[in-house]
């Protein structure tokens, strides 16, 4: 069990979610125009921002509200990688299929969540700051998203297909920002009674 959510956790990490987006803001700048890019970006710059900001915040202070350090980047990250895939995928789509692709993807991301705990790499808590982050991006961008242009199912899935060969042949380390992040924390802490609250 701990071996394949040691897999299914590389799903949620920056390093394959960034090009993930990248591919996803073209293909919208491409077929739905640079306002829904834009605000693509802006939803996924957010995420990275809010994620970021909490994690220096909660090592900085030392808060532990519902046993959360260091909300977890890569939950946040799925939530909006895959979760606002699936809002422009499904785009004004309400038949069986899409039903059940957003359900789908809505697993998905709670799975990587989970796979968080199993690994031993955040809290309960510190899933649910970040499925609670990268959810409230997608519930923005599924409300100010105007597309109507949907991939095609075969791009759709050819994407999908090579992110899922990219996790699965990722190495067990990978890259992440959590101890720059924790740096930074470090550098606050003679600061820690004007930014604690």
Known sequence: MTDLMVVVTHFGAMVLLAPFALLVAAWLWYAAGTREAFLWCCCVAGVGIVTALAKIYFAACDLRLIDVHSPSGHSAFAAIAY????????????????????????????????????????????????????????????????GRARPPYLLAGGILLVVALVALSMPNQVFTLESWLHQVARMLLPYKTLICL
């Open 83 to 146: 979760g606002g895939f699936t809002v422009v995928a499904m785009s004004g789509s309400h038949s069986l299929r899409a039903r059940l692709f957003r359900v789908g993807t809505a697993l998905w991301v709670l799975l990587i969540g989970i796979s968080r705990v199993v690994v031993k790499a955040h809290t309960p808590g510190e899933v649910i700051v970040g499925l609670a982050i990268g959810g409230i991006a997608v519930a923005v961008f599924a409300l100010l998203y105007r």
